[in-house]
């Protein structure tokens, strides 16, 4: 079954618009997946969930076909056909309708002048941990980008059929970003962080893995809640560490797999990429791209820092082999902004940052998104329904983890970007409806570290050392 769903995904045309990465959808039979991996009924209607460490996925509907729209057609109908709906097997649900709207303002806006030299703060001082605990995540959590009741994105369709390409009209994209989106980073509030205890772990592990230069791991997919669906996240992610990372991927892959980290590190690290809006993309994937509403030239960072920090009240313990761990929210534009958690910066301002603005940075200042990843685990799970529930933020104000949960080192991914200090100059890869809105940064972390590679990093943690 695993070969023949992955050779169904692959015939799926280029320009699939709707296999949006949701996080809940309807239940499903029992299926595998390509590696072992296995698709499960869920009555809760939710992408993954695991049980006793073992990772298991419902993509499915409830009365047969796999990915289609509400009524027949190659890519679904409701009890039958191919490609999801409500009761086909789909890994969505339908996407709302998006709103249109063009780009305002000047896009030739000056860059801001240099400001006086406000100082550096330690990297590992700076950003707040914020509560983040349950709602939706990830690559596209709910309301997926498919038709009225299910993704049939191709082929196959009418009104009812879910043919989103192809025989049922493509989906709007939403214009953006605008130009009020970009503002002066010494306009952004200060980023604030809990006061350590006597008790605080404060030392950081370091993973070094690489830019991605060259484009030379990317694509549009989301293995962690879209397992099995080309261009599951309908934009394009940058990938480090892990060199088997895609939509197929299972933990016996990715064990396997070689990586780009100089520490041995097999982690998979990825996040969306940055483009210049005015630039041209000569990749292979540039149609699709296009129609998900993602053009430019994308941009590789120039500086990619992996680093695993303590906590402030407490000691911390090791996460265990392929965790998986989500950051942000890929639909909080619509979602709104309660699991946005990414902040845009600047090199030597990092004292402040955005959640929903891109910052403008003086001449000499790079870009930074700085991602902070939850670290409060329940002890017991690799991964949850909804991408969140198993591990989740320290209190903003304290620091602390709730009751019933254990400090494990936090990731932090702070990425630095070369890019003109301009409106509308550069934007964020996003889903179509999500207008390259700044608010939508996330990232994505499966931890592939060895037992002994893992202990080394909880006692540097621990032991006070960088």
Same mark, same amino acid.
């Given at each position: 079954?695993?070969?023949?769903?992955?050779?169904?995904?692959?015939?799926?045309?280029?320009?699939?618009?709707? /296999?949006?990465?949701?996080?809940?959808?309807?239940?499903?039979?029992?299926?595998?997946?390509?590696?072992?991996?296995?698709? /499960?009924?869920?009555?809760?209607?939710?992408?993954?969930?695991?049980?006793?460490?073992?990772?298991?996925?419902? +993509?499915?509907?409830?009365?047969?076909?796999?990915?289609?729209?509400?009524?027949?057609?190659?890519?679904?109908?409701?009890?039958?056909?191919?490609?999801?709906?409500?009761?086909?097997?789909?890994?969505?649900?339908?996407?709302?309708?998006?709103?249109?709207?063009?780009?305002?303002?000047?896009?030739?806006?000056?860059?801001? +002048?240099?400001?006086?030299?406000?100082?550096?703060?330690?990297?590992?001082?700076?950003?707040?941990?914020?509560?983040?605990?349950?709602?939706?995540?990830?690559?596209?959590?709910?309301?997926?980008?498919?038709?009225?009741?299910?993704?049939?994105?191709?082929?196959?369709?009418?009104?009812?059929?879910?043919?989103?390409?192809?025989?049922?009209?493509?989906?709007?994209?939403?214009?953006?970003?605008?130009?009020?989106?970009?503002?002066? *980073?010494?306009?952004?509030?200060?980023?604030?962080?809990?006061?350590?205890?006597?008790?605080?772990?404060?030392?950081?592990?370091?993973?070094?893995?690489?830019?991605?230069?060259?484009?030379?791991?990317?694509?549009?997919? !989301?293995? *962690?809640?879209?397992?099995?669906?080309?261009?599951?996240?309908?934009? *394009?992610?940058?990938?480090?560490?892990?060199?088997? &990372?895609?939509?197929?991927?299972?933990?016996?892959?990715?064990?396997?797999?070689?990586? &780009?980290?100089?520490?041995?590190?097999?982690?998979?690290?990825?996040?969306?990429?940055?483009?210049?809006?005015?630039?041209?993309?000569?990749?292979?994937?540039?149609?699709?791209?296009?129609?998900?509403?993602?053009?430019?030239?994308?941009?590789?960072?120039?500086?990619?820092?992996?680093?695993?920090?303590?906590?402030?009240?407490?000691?911390?313990?090791?996460?265990?082999?392929?965790?998986?761990?989500?950051?942000?929210?890929?639909?909080?534009?619509?979602?709104? +902004?309660?699991?946005?958690?990414?902040?845009?910066?600047?090199?030597?301002?990092?004292?402040?940052?955005?959640?929903?603005?891109?910052?403008?940075?003086?001449?000499?200042?790079?870009?930074?998104?700085?991602? !902070?990843? +939850?670290?409060?685990?329940?002890?017991?799970? &690799?991964?949850?329904?909804?991408?969140?529930?198993?591990?989740?933020?320290?209190?903003?104000?304290?620091?602390?983890?709730?009751?019933?949960?254990?400090?494990?080192?936090?990731?932090?991914?702070?990425?630095?970007?070369?890019?003109?200090?301009?409106?509308?100059?550069?934007?964020?890869?996003?889903?179509?409806?999500?207008?390259?809105?700044?608010?939508?940064?996330?990232?994505?972390?499966?931890?592939?570290?060895?037992?002994?590679?893992?202990?080394?990093?909880?006692?540097?943690?621990?032991?006070?050392?960088?």
């Amino acid at each position: 079954m695993g070969r023949k769903r992955k050779a169904f995904v692959l015939m799926v045309p280029a320009v699939l618009m709707a /296999a949006s990465a949701c996080n809940d959808v309807p239940g499903g039979a029992a299926a595998p997946l390509p590696g072992g991996t296995t698709i /499960a009924a869920d009555p809760a209607g939710h992408v993954e969930h695991y049980q006793g460490g073992g990772r298991t996925s419902a +993509p499915g509907g409830q009365n047969g076909g796999q990915n289609g729209g509400q009524n027949g057609g190659q890519d679904g109908g409701q009890n039958g056909g191919q490609d999801g709906g409500q009761n086909g097997g789909g890994q969505m649900p339908g996407m709302p309708g998006m709103e249109g709207g063009g780009q305002t303002g000047d896009p030739s806006q000056t860059a801001v +002048p240099d400001p006086p030299d406000s100082g550096s703060p330690d990297p590992g001082q700076t950003d707040p941990n914020q509560p983040g605990d349950g709602g939706q995540n990830g690559d596209g959590q709910q309301n997926g980008d498919g038709g009225q009741n299910g993704d049939g994105q191709n082929q196959g369709g009418g009104q009812n059929g879910g043919g989103q390409n192809q025989g049922g009209g493509q989906s709007q994209v939403k214009q953006g970003p605008r130009a009020d989106q970009f503002v002066d *980073i010494r306009k952004a509030p200060p980023v604030r962080q809990p006061r350590r205890s006597r008790t605080a772990s404060t030392g950081v592990f370091t993973s070094s893995c690489g830019t991605n230069a060259g484009q030379k791991h990317s694509n549009p997919d !989301n293995v *962690i809640v879209a397992p099995g669906v080309q261009n599951g996240a309908h934009h *394009i992610h940058d990938y480090v560490g892990n060199e088997d &990372t895609s939509a197929f991927s299972t933990d016996q892959t990715l064990a396997a797999a070689g990586t &780009t980290c100089t520490n041995g590190d097999q982690s998979t690290y990825y996040w969306p990429v940055v483009r210049l809006r005015s630039g041209q993309d000569g990749s292979d994937r540039a149609g699709q791209s296009q129609a998900d509403g993602n053009t430019g030239s994308i941009v590789t960072p120039a500086k990619v820092r992996l680093q695993f920090l303590g906590n402030p009240r407490s000691k911390v313990t090791a996460i265990p082999r392929f965790t998986r761990i989500v950051t942000g929210d890929a639909k909080a534009a619509t979602n709104g +902004p309660a699991n946005a958690h990414s902040q845009w910066t600047c090199s030597g301002f990092e004292n402040r940052a955005f959640t929903d603005k891109y910052p403008l940075c003086p001449s000499g200042s790079k870009v930074e998104r700085v991602l !902070n990843f +939850p670290s409060c685990w329940d002890g017991q799970n &690799t991964d949850s329904a909804n991408h969140r529930d198993h591990m989740v933020f320290p209190d903003q104000r304290t620091g602390q983890c709730p009751q019933g949960r254990k400090a494990v080192p936090q990731l932090r991914m702070t990425l630095s970007y070369n890019v003109p200090a301009k409106a509308l100059a550069f934007a964020l890869d996003t889903f179509p409806e999500q207008g390259h809105d700044p608010v939508t940064d996330h990232g994505d972390f499966i931890n592939v570290m060895n037992d002994q590679l893992m202990r080394k990093a909880v006692a540097a943690i621990n032991g006070s050392r960088r």
